[in-house]
């Protein structure tokens, strides 16, 4: 009797783990350009819905994982993909995919990075946008700031510089 309910108990769980083989893919429909030589952060672009499982990015179809060593210049450190820095040669596709015992999804995101025009601090390809209006206040943001906080949860001292575009 105990032989059989644990070979119940076993074709259960392979039963469930070949279903969470199958991932539904999505494509995301954003796709970022950020400047080459800097850390970048991607995450993965999930609905509050969808997170329920471990994430694990892959580079293009690879079936081998992207490193979790901080040491790596390309790494996952918790939920996030990080290039530090992140090198020209790196632009591409990369999948996140949320896995758990019964459920899988594989989100595709393109990651394009350029290198700085001649002359200049950055590419007007990769650069953020921001309008101020002439009267009253305004705030510049920095954008993606968040994922740099440490482990106190403090940001790091920002350096701003002025850039008019023409």
Known sequence: MKVSLRLVCFIAVLISSLEADKCKEREERINLVSSANEIDVRSC???????????????????TPISTAQSSRIHQYKNKLWFVPAKVEDSGHYYCAVR???????????????????NLCYSAEAIFTQKL??????????????FFKDENNELPKIQWYKVILF
């Open 100 to 118: 758990n015992s019964s459920y899988c999804l594989k989100i595709k995101i393109s990651a394009k990075f350029v290198e700085n025009e001649p």
């Open 45 to 63: 672009p999930l609905n509050p819905n969808e997170n329920k499982g471990t994430i694990i990015w892959y580079k293009n179809d690879s079936k």
């Open 133 to 146: 209006p002439l009267a009253g206040d305004g705030g510049l943001v920095c954008p993606y700031l968040e």
